[in-house]
């Protein structure tokens, strides 16, 4: 059974920095694209970038310098990392996996991240 399943968010204040994480199972964790994804209240779902099954990263151009992806063999989990946190990053944040069955460099093919994790709530406070 392919499971993503998220942890850490919540609260941060303006400035502040925060981690959420996906562990996955199920899946052949080292030939997986893993992206993540927000959704503001009243906002379309907004990409954030993705790491590839060989580490290359992509990052929306709004993001860029704002946050970091990364993956860990070790637990078959990604993490993305935000700094100077700003009230407009408020959302639930999604990772999501794209199951390629191989190495690769590349992973913005948006349409083929077809597994979700359940969603993790980051507030920013000011």
């Known amino acids: 059974q392919y499971q993503l399943v998220q942890s850490g968010g919540g609260l941060v204040q303006v400035g502040g920095s925060l981690s959420v994480s996906c562990a996955a199972s199920?899946?052949?964790?080292?030939?997986?694209?893993l992206a993540w994804f927000r959704q503001a209240p009243g906002k379309r779902q907004e990409r954030i970038g993705c790491?590839?099954?060989?580490?290359?990263?992509s990052y929306a151009d709004s993001v860029k310098g704002h946050f970091n992806i990364t993956r860990n063999s070790d637990r078959n989990a990604v993490t993305l990392q935000m700094v100077s946190a700003k009230p407009e990053d408020t959302a639930v944040y999604y990772c999501?996996?794209?199951?390629?069955?191989?190495?690769?460099?590349?992973?913005?093919?948006?349409?083929?991240?077809?597994?979700w994790g359940q969603g993790t709530q980051v507030t920013v406070s000011s």
């Open positions: 790491i590839s099954s060989g580490g290359g990263t």
């Open positions: 999501a996996a794209d199951p390629i069955g191989a190495v690769r460099d590349w992973c913005d093919l948006w349409s083929e991240y077809i597994y």
């Open positions: 199920g899946f052949s964790f080292d030939y997986l694209n």
